[in-house]
């Protein structure tokens, strides 16, 4: 399997752009998340997806940011419109079922390489 | 909710010395616990994880981790370590109430020739 695999690796936009960022999860992967990282912030869960159904969005900044996944293979998260400070490398990973879903078989996130997102 | 707190933004050791790096992390009932590191410009790699029995990991390139319920740690240990173990590093835990992965804000780890 290719990994998780992200695109665009690199995105440069204009404040007030709309900005679409790509996720493939590896396959047969139940669960898709979303994460932000910034020097100030670290690591933060965005939203995450279980068989393809939003599950908590509660660390999505603003109404300004969206995701969505359409089928198993594929997700978006989308900022419109874009600002400055959304700037930052943005994860998506996949994983099995947790571990106390799974009755001790559970496995951990693989991440994809990022989008490093800078709004001018 | 669950979370995570590394203690040490940065870290300085030389190359051969012992590393320790520390997590604590607040969860009420049993947590599930990781280690990964970043390379300068690339994802996440798994170095370890704890579900559940030994309490002490064995995860690769020779790191381990202990899991200490007591005090609530999950430190990650090297016996020696090489200058390709400069990277960035992170611990998560994960909950059995919910399916989030929470990572704590990362150790950046410098290694001394």
């Known amino acids: 399997d290719a990994g998780v695999i992200q695109s665009p690796r690199h995105e440069v936009t204009e404040m007030g752009q709309e900005v679409t960022l790509r996720c493939k999860p590896i396959s047969g992967h139940d669960y898709l998340f979303w994460y932000r990282q910034t020097m100030m912030r670290g690591l933060e869960l965005l939203i995450y997806?279980?068989?393809?159904?939003?599950?908590?969005d509660s660390g999505m900044p603003e109404d300004r940011f969206s995701a969505k996944m359409p089928n198993a293979s594929f997700s978006t998260l989308k900022i419109q419109p874009s600002e400055p400070r959304d700037s930052a490398v943005y994860f998506c990973a996949s994983s099995f079922p947790p571990y106390h879903r799974t009755g001790g078989a559970g496995t951990e996130a693989f991440f994809g390489q990022g989008t490093r997102l800078t709004v001018v | 909710a669950q979370s995570v707190t590394q203690p040490d933004i940065h870290i300085t050791v030389s190359e051969g010395a012992s590393l320790e790096l520390r997590c604590n992390y607040s969860y009420g009932a049993t947590p599930y616990l990781f280690w990964y590191v970043q390379s300068p410009g690339q994802g996440l790699q798994l170095l370890l994880k704890?579900?559940?029995?030994?309490?002490l990991v064995q995860g690769i390139k020779g790191f381990e981790a202990e899991f200490k319920r007591s005090q609530s740690s999950f430190n990650l240990r090297k016996p020696s370590v090489h200058w390709s173990d400069a990277a960035e590093y992170f611990c998560a835990v994960g909950a059995d109430r919910d399916d989030k992965i929470i990572f704590g804000k990362g150790t950046r780890l410098h290694i001394l020739p």
């Open positions: 704890y579900f559940s029995g030994d309490t």
């Open positions: 997806f279980n068989n393809n159904v939003p599950i908590d």
